[in-house]
């Protein structure tokens, strides 16, 4: 069915909010909605002052939910994230006390200065959308959503994710220098301050909810199913590649791809969305062997020359 007219309006307010504050990135504030109603969690990469904590914290002030950041260094606990129980004198027991974790949005600022135990917390979280402490499991709101942000440049005192959370993010995200136009307009726009301040709600976290169970009836025809299963296949199958993608990266892929139609406010998927977002959800997660890394092969390189050798289906899967 088409997609509602209620939803396109609520979209375009949420997409306005964040372009209001992050100028010169449509298509990145499109991905990140496209995460979002895909479920997804997303890690942005990129230099330090590129606009990526000011881009989370925009989209979480466009929506009347709870929001959490979290500054991550080598000091960080567990417990910091997910919570802790308390000896609670007065009534003579523990009381769990929940970590920011316990929220909608949660922004992890610099997840790679965080040590290994400590990212190992945010597994569960991410994939199971729980916390597990002394033995209770506590479910988180929904929806959920973890934003993650690291600087690809600062080696020292960092710690690089695991493949196996590295597979848990939907996509991968680099936001780029602005142009000189776009960063002139930036220093008009910020001289009094902060855009993200002014924000003012503009869709609730419910109506984020009923988008996302919408972005499942998406139409994907099976063409264009087997076209995306044959892009994921063959990073398994590359000479250059030591690690491919994964079922769970097909699985994010499919729903990717989806949202990403819906953001288009089309119900139904095209060609153009798989090959589009093919480098953001597959990026992150195929490994190249060590001698092509010598020899400077980057995996964008990897999945561009896939996308060729694949013929793309001739119907526009409607």
């Known amino acids: 069915m088409p997609v509602k007219e209620q939803s396109i309006s609520i979209l375009n307010l949420v997409k306005n909010n964040l372009k209001s504050c992050i100028l010169g990135k449509d298509f990145e504030i499109d991905l990140l909605l496209t995460a979002l109603l895909a479920s997804g969690h997303v890690l942005i990469e990129d230099v330090p002052g590129t606009g990526k904590t000011q881009l989370i914290k925009a989209m979480a002030k466009s929506m009347s939910g709870d929001y959490r950041r979290i500054q991550c260094n080598p000091d960080i606990l567990p417990s910091d994230i997910t919570g802790v129980s308390v000896f609670h004198p007065h009534e003579e027991r523990f009381v769990f006390r929940p970590g920011p974790v316990i929220t909608n949005i949660l922004l992890t600022d610099e997840i790679n200065r965080a040590t290994t135990k400590t990212q190992s917390a945010l597994l569960e979280v991410m994939e199971e959308r729980s916390v597990t402490a002394d033995g209770f499991t506590y479910d988180l709101p929904h929806p959920f959503m973890l934003c993650a942000t690291q600087n690809p440049i600062d080696f020292e005192g960092t710690y690089m994710l695991p493949e196996a959370q590295l597979d848990r993010f939907m996509m991968k995200i680099a936001m780029g220098y602005p142009d000189a136009q776009t960063e002139k307009a930036i220093l008009h726009s910020h001289h009094l301050g902060q855009p993200v301040d002014d924000l003012q709600p503009v869709t609730s976290m419910?109506?984020?909810?009923?988008?996302?169970?919408?972005?499942?009836?998406?139409?994907?025809?099976?063409?264009?199913?087997?076209?995306?299963?044959?892009?994921?296949?063959?990073?398994?199958?590359?000479?250059?590649?030591?690690?491919?993608?994964s079922p769970r990266a097909s699985l994010a892929f499919m729903m990717a791809v989806k949202a990403y139609a819906y953001v288009q406010s089309r119900d139904y998927v095209l060609p153009d969305d798989i090959k589009t977002l093919a480098p953001f959800i597959l990026g992150h997660r195929v490994l190249l062997k060590p001698e092509f890394r010598l020899d400077s092969v980057k995996t964008n390189q990897v999945l561009q020359q896939i996308l060729r050798q694949i013929n793309v289906p001739v119907s526009a899967g409607v």
């Open 206 to 245: 419910e109506e984020i909810a009923s988008m996302q169970r919408e972005v499942r009836d998406v139409h994907i025809s099976d063409a264009l199913t087997d076209y995306l299963l044959d892009i994921v296949r063959r990073t398994r199958e590359h000479e250059a590649v030591l690690l491919g993608a």
